[in-house]
């Protein structure tokens, strides 16, 4: 639980920190400071945080990352990290703060990108940001809303439709003191009418010491735009990462959302996505793998507010060691809200005794001319899919392997490009071989 001394450390931090922008930038970060005083961080009594408790984060004084203050990254670290061919741009930032030596093919992406320390277009940035529910959301959105120190907007204009993907890599590394870091990483993606976008937000860390990722994006779609979103978080195992991802949808909009939870002692991502529009469709996909003590935390809130809208949802969750997983996904159906299409399905499946799931699926429909359906399952391998493999020659561990992997594909299905989904690969190979090996 939250006390007042981390309310007055927080509001400490901030009034001795200098960041950059004023007028409304300045407005808008006193303003989430204020509703972070209010908010405070949440606690286990509050019903869509009871089974996550973030007492070890809480418990933990973090160093708030700035420039200059922190491990240097060069090229070489990161080509591991790159998930697209040479030809596809990627924009880095190290800490939350833009790294320009790092970032490539950002002059020629047919669209506008505006990155706040390189004081391009502020003005844009701070209206979208306004915009923005993070400011208010909760206690974490406001936070990230206070200290962000830099913050990207990719504003895709109407009728562009982006040939390749877009990398967006967020990295953080130790600070020079060795204490641990918290950074605010913060992406802004606005697409026009008519217009389409892959984008990849992933995570990494350098380093060693424990840290803090608070992440919030912001994406808004126009009418008949598209957009697969694609988030890998691949934390160290010892980092703690909130994300919140707040989506936009107007008519006749498609979005495409994959989230990987791989890494974190405690992650949490939460999606809000608003069918704001007729014939908007939203398909949100998750996968989480935890072994050891990790918490994988995934929440979605899919508001229906207009009609002939379709929402699909598939998260799955493979657990093992002491691991715990956590799903809370509602799909809310307002009065106007006709002809809406909604399914939701969470399947995890546990391969140790400790290993332990939470879930919390939810239909709250106001509207009397609709399609929705819900579903849980929790569960182990299949012995008998398992024997039959068995006696077709296949050795325990290859069978188990097999099967684990079948139960993750679905969620994998339809992602691009196949550089990124051979990543995905490798890390599922990776997890098989210390859960079966």
């Known amino acids: 639980m939250m006390t007042v001394k981390d309310v007055i450390d927080y509001k400490k931090k901030f009034e001795q920190l200098k960041f950059p922008g004023n007028g409304q930038l300045a407005d808008l970060r006193a303003q989430a400071i204020s509703n972070f005083s209010t908010l405070g961080f949440p606690a286990l009594k509050e019903e869509e945080w009871r089974f996550t408790d973030i007492s070890p984060l809480l418990e933990t004084s973090f160093e708030i990352a700035s420039a200059g203050e922190t491990v240097k990254v060069v090229e070489e670290d990161i080509d591991s990290l790159n998930l697209l061919d040479s030809d596809s741009p990627k924009i880095v930032f190290v ?3 833009f790294t320009p030596s790092l970032s490539v093919k950002t002059d020629r992406l047919p669209f506008s990108v505006h990155i ?3 004081g391009n277009n502020a003005e844009r940035i701070a209206e979208s940001l306004q915009k923005s529910p993070a400011v208010q959301a909760d206690g974490f959105t406001a936070l990230n809303s206070a200290f962000f120190h830099d913050s990207l907007l990719i504003d895709v204009e ?3 439709v982006a040939d390749k993907p877009v990398q967006v890599l967020f990295i953080s590394t130790e600070a020079k003191s060795k204490s641990p870091l918290a950074v605010f990483p913060r992406l802004l993606v606005r697409l026009g009418r008519n217009s389409s976008l892959t984008l990849i937000e992933s995570y990494f860390n350098f380093g060693k010491s424990d840290y803090f990722v608070n992440a919030v994006s912001d994406v808004y779609l126009g009418e008949n ?4 979103h694609i988030r890998l978080q691949q934390d160290a195992k010892q980092a703690f ?8 949808q107007k008519a006749d ?5 994959y989230s990987f939870s791989f890494g974190g002692r405690i992650s949490r991502h939460q999606i809000y996505t608003v069918l704001d529009g007729q014939g908007a469709e939203a398909i949100l996909n998750g996968l989480y793998l935890g072994r050891e003590e990790q ?4 929440h979605t809130l899919i508001d229906h507010k207009s009609s002939n809208c379709q929402s699909h949802e598939l998260y799955r969750g493979v657990l093992t060691d002491k691991a715990r997983g956590v799903f809370g996904g509602k799909i809310l159906v307002r009065r106007d809200a006709q002809k809406t299409d909604a399914i939701q399905n969470n399947n995890a499946l546990l391969l140790s005794e400790q290993a332990r799931v939470d879930s919390k699926p939810q239909l709250e429909i106001y509207a009397d001319d609709v399609r929705c359906t819900h579903g849980a399952t929790v569960g182990q391998l299949d012995e008998e899919a398992l024997f039959y493999l068995r006696s077709r020659g296949i050795g325990q561990k290859s069978a188990k392997n097999i099967l684990i992997y079948a ?7 339809g992602i691009e490009p196949l550089q990124l989904r051979k990543h995905i690969d490798t890390l599922l190979n990776g997890f098989f071989e210390t859960v079966t090996g």
Do not use: C, P, T, W
């Open 116 to 118: 706040l320390s390189s």
């Open 225 to 228: 735009s598209s957009m697969q």
């Open 253 to 257: 909009s498609r979005y495409r959302s």
């Open 295 to 298: 918490l994988l935390d995934n």
């Open 95 to 97: 800490n939350g703060i």
């Open 407 to 413: 139960f993750a594909e679905e969620v994998l299905k």
């Open 241 to 248: 990462h909130i994300g919140n991802s707040f989506i936009e």
């Open 158 to 160: 109407d009728n562009i």
